[in-house]
């Protein structure tokens, strides 16, 4: 049996993930304390339990919101409403979460500089994301002026 890769399995899968993404990072809420008190066990350098907790609980704010957001413009996707100002919209909050997971990770970076390295991902992140919604939204300025061509 042959099975073909087409775009409605892979939109079919992006929202599969995208859900299954969102049900981790609200588990996640409840396994916070848990992890930074890991994280605290096996690290040989001085405990960041507050710290990190915060953190912890700072960013997954910001990637709910993010993954809701992507849920909803697939799911626009999957209703054909491609160029949209609603998918626009969604693109604008995803990479303001990015941003917002980037500063959120930048403190932690005083007290372990790895977090410098999160906080360079989520900008670098972001920054795509942003470019992906100016390209959006000059799609939706021209099938706007396209729509109202006789």
């Keep these: 049996m042959e099975l073909k890769w087409d775009k409605t399995r892979s939109l079919t899968l992006s929202r ?7 049900a981790v990072a609200a588990a996640a809420l409840f396994c916070i304390p848990v992890a930074a008190q890991w994280y605290d066990a096996v690290s040989e350098r001085a405990p960041i339990y507050v710290q990190l907790t915060t953190c ?8 709910l ?5 992507l849920l909803k413009m697939l799911s626009n996707i ?5 160029f949209v100002s ?7 909050v995803i990479s303001w979460c990015c941003f917002a997971v980037a500063a959120v990770w ?13 906080a360079f991902i989520a900008v670098f992140a972001g920054l ?6 100016n390209l959006v939204a000059m799609a939706v300025t021209l099938r706007e002026e396209n729509d109202y061509t006789i």
Excluded at 106 to 118: E, Q, S, T
């Design 16 to 22: 599969i993930l995208t859900a299954a993404a969102l």
């Design 56 to 63: 912890l609980y700072l960013t997954d704010l910001p990637v």
């Design 65 to 69: 919101l993010a993954l809701w957001e």
């Design 78 to 82: 999957a209703a054909q409403k491609i």
């Design 86 to 92: 609603g998918n626009e919209r969604c693109l604008r």
């Design 106 to 118: 930048c403190v932690l970076g005083f007290w372990r500089k790895l977090a410098f390295f999160v």
């Design 128 to 133: 795509i994301v942003r470019v992906v919604k």
